[in-house]
């Protein structure tokens, strides 16, 4: 068994900071990239942002430059540094790991519970 558990959402005005963290743990072998994703209602799901395990960061441009990514490999965890925060992000987040159990198991991959992002004008 994996899970995946996020922290750190919250309600903040326009302009101001949250940060995002997310934890796996349980049966794992190795975990390959780390990610957010994010879903406001009435939309679907979109990547925020990921980050392989080797560092390399790829991050939707409506964020680009206000949020950072980033991980610490020892203890498999993923973080969301989210600055200069729109009403627009307003959003339920979710923590996305792929991750193998084993080493002839193939990768699948895990979500977190998501936490909501309120980001009032």
């Known amino acids: 068994q994996v899970q995946l558990e996020e922290s750190g959402g919250g309600s903040v005005q326009a302009g101001g900071s949250l940060t995002l963290s997310c934890a796996a743990s349980g049966s794992i072998f190795s975990i390959n990239t780390m990610g957010w994703y994010r879903q406001a209602p009435g939309k679907q799901r979109e990547l925020v942002a990921h980050i392989t395990s080797g560092g390399s960061t790829n991050y939707a441009d409506s964020v680009k430059g206000r949020f950072t990514i980033s991980r610490d490999n020892a203890k498999n965890t993923v973080a969301l540094q989210m600055n200069s925060l729109k009403p627009e992000d307003t959003a339920v987040y979710y923590c996305?790991?792929?991750?193998?159990?084993?080493?002839?198991?193939?990768?699948?991959?895990?979500w977190g519970q998501g936490t909501q992002v309120t980001v009032s004008s």
């Open positions: 996305n790991a792929a991750i193998r159990t084993g080493i002839i198991v193939t990768l699948r991959s895990y």
